[in-house]
């Protein structure tokens, strides 16, 4: 896991992913849990960010994990 997080285009691939996923999972969690104000949310705007988000980090770390396995 070292190698990977060494890797820049991984590194910023992990950060976007848990700078864009982390709201609307935590929005997700705690309604589950009981601890949101609405039990069914709606949240938008974190769910965009989601949207938004979700292929260009999985990219990220797609190339920054095919560099770290091709020894660059």
Known sequence: MRAYL???WFRIGFWLAVLGWSP???IVLLAAVG???DPN????GPGLLF???FWPAVALMGLGAFQ???GR
């Open 68 to 70: 770290v396995r091709r």
């Open 6 to 8: 060494a890797n820049r």
């Open 24 to 26: 609307l999972l935590a």
């Open 51 to 53: 949207f938004f988000s």
């Open 35 to 37: 601890l949101w104000p």
């Open 41 to 44: 949310p709606n949240p938008i």
